[in-house]
């Protein structure tokens, strides 16, 4: 909470949209996270129907809550809080998070002692505490052909083929990577004034690499720290409609390209996306024949490429 001057150190800003246990284990997570320094919480609430701010209210008085009376997107429901706040650090945290003791008050240490850096990210770990990859590339045609056909799984270790994802890293030391995966980001507000707010015309996807892309093109750094930890569960709002939240990781996917490279990376791209949702599909198809057990699961994996091939050939 602020000091006794009123003055915010940190505002952390959670957008929630019916995630109601994992947004109660991720507020009480940051009660518990002993921090030192003054703090702002805003929850950013999209409409949800299954009694989240409600909960907000009644168990976490001291939580700002503002609710929009529809879900108006993941980064638009971000900038709320974020122009809501006052921190000179800004904290960004996925409802399905759980910080870590000292988490906070470590990355901004680390951002004290790096005035250059604008945009910071801890360690990240699954439910199980295994590590999770958080670091990115810049997507290019390469390592969107790598992904297409699965050579990161075939080759974890190689950095060559690793594809965006930086799996053969071991997230044990710092680096500058290009992008940070938006679960967990503290931004620099100064920074943020100089490279504007995250992009609205992304509904959910995509707005994290573009923000990354601003932020190192108005020359600020992007780095993780892998002093401060957190845990993030994934997926607790996409996994109950996957078909739908697939087609719509792809489109966010070619909006940042419409928006950030040229007409022969954007028809590559595409062409990347069809053979990838062809040879994911019949990888899955062969897996359900000779895998019974995970027959349900490839199935289900199977609509999912079916539909974003569908919703690719829809645009041509």
């Known amino acids: 909470m602020p000091n006794?001057?009123?003055?915010?150190?940190?505002?952390?800003?959670?957008?929630?949209?019916?995630?109601?246990?994992?947004?109660?284990?991720?507020?009480?997570s940051l009660h518990d996270s002993n921090i030192s320094r003054a703090l702002e919480i805003i929850v950013v609430d999209n409409a949800s129907t299954d009694g989240s701010p409600e909960m907000v209210a009644e168990a976490f008085p001291n939580v700002r809550l503002l609710r929009n009376p529809t879900n108006v997107g993941f980064a638009a429901a971000n900038n709320l809080g974020i122009r809501a706040s006052a921190g000179p650090y800004v904290c960004l945290i996925n409802s399905d998070v759980r910080l870590l003791p000292g988490c906070l008050d470590a990355l901004a240490g680390f951002m004290d002692a790096h005035p250059d850096v604008g945009m910071a990210g801890p360690r990240i770990l699954w439910g199980d505490m295994t590590l999770q990859s958080s670091c990115r590339r810049f997507p290019n045609l390469w390592n969107n052909l790598c992904d297409a056909f699965a050579l990161p799984r075939i080759f974890p270790r190689s950095s060559l083929v690793a594809g965006e994802h930086m799996a053969f890293f071991n997230h044990d030391r710092e680096i500058f990577p290009d992008v940070l995966v938006g679960c967990f980001l503290m931004v620099r507000r100064q920074a943020i004034e100089l490279f504007g707010f995250l992009d609205e015309r992304f509904f959910m996807y995509g707005e994290d690499i573009d923000w990354c892309l601003r932020c190192?093109?108005?020359?600020?750094?992007?780095?993780?720290?892998?002093?401060?930890?957190?845990v993030h569960y994934g997926g607790s709002s996409s996994r109950r409609e996957r078909v739908k939240f697939a087609v719509m990781q792809q489109q966010a996917r070619q909006q940042l390209w419409k928006k950030h490279y040229g007409r022969v990376e954007r028809f590559g791209l595409v062409c990347l996306l069809a053979c990838g949702s062809v040879s994911h599909w019949l990888a899955n198809a062969l897996r359900a024949v000779l895998n019974r057990r995970q027959g349900a699961e490839s199935l289900s994996r199977m609509r999912e490429?079916?539909?974003?091939?569908?919703?690719?050939?829809a645009k041509r």
């Open 4 to 28: 006794a001057k009123g003055t915010v150190e940190i505002s952390v800003v959670i957008v929630n949209w019916n995630t109601r246990e994992h947004l109660q284990n991720c507020l009480e």
């Open 216 to 230: 190192w093109k108005s020359g600020w750094k992007i780095a993780f720290f892998p002093g401060a930890e957190a």
């Open 305 to 313: 490429n079916a539909a974003c091939l569908r919703a690719l050939m």
